[in-house]
């Protein structure tokens, strides 16, 4: 049985996931946005971590898109012309033309991949 129920599942946990380094952020925003999610836990550094992450995608200028199937979903990340504030643009359910690198998996395995790539703390 796949760990996600549809396509805006997947938006929701991998897709905020990916979105969270898209533009610089505060303290503040980690907590609120993660703060009461049950699997988090906060070791101090996190703010810094997800500011290196979004500015080294900024830095690349290249663009991702990500073709998941069970279920079906798209996730795709723009960092060839970020907005003025952004380190890059993330569109879901939408494939960017002509990206550098794209993707394709199953939604479980991007899962894994994900979980098992982060920098910051889960608990199980």
């Known amino acids: 049985m796949a760990l996600f129920r549809d396509d805006a599942h997947v938006y929701r946990v991998i897709g905020e996931f990916m979105q969270i380094p898209s533009r ?7 907590r609120s946005w993660w703060g009461q999610h049950p699997a988090y836990q906060e070791y101090g550094n996190e703010v810094e971590q997800i500011n290196r992450i979004g500015e080294q995608i900024r830095r690349s200028r290249v663009a991702f ?7 079906e979903a ?3 990340i723009d960092a060839r012309r970020p907005e003025t504030g952004e380190n890059y643009a993330i569109y879901f359910g939408q494939a960017i033309d002509a990206p550098d690198v794209a993707i394709k998996t199953t939604g479980d395995i991007a899962h894994q991949f994900w979980a098992a790539t982060s920098t910051f703390h889960w608990r199980s």
């Open 24 to 30: 610089p952020r505060t303290e503040m925003e980690l």
């Open 65 to 71: 898109v990500f073709y998941l199937t069970d279920p």
């Open 74 to 76: 798209v996730i795709s």
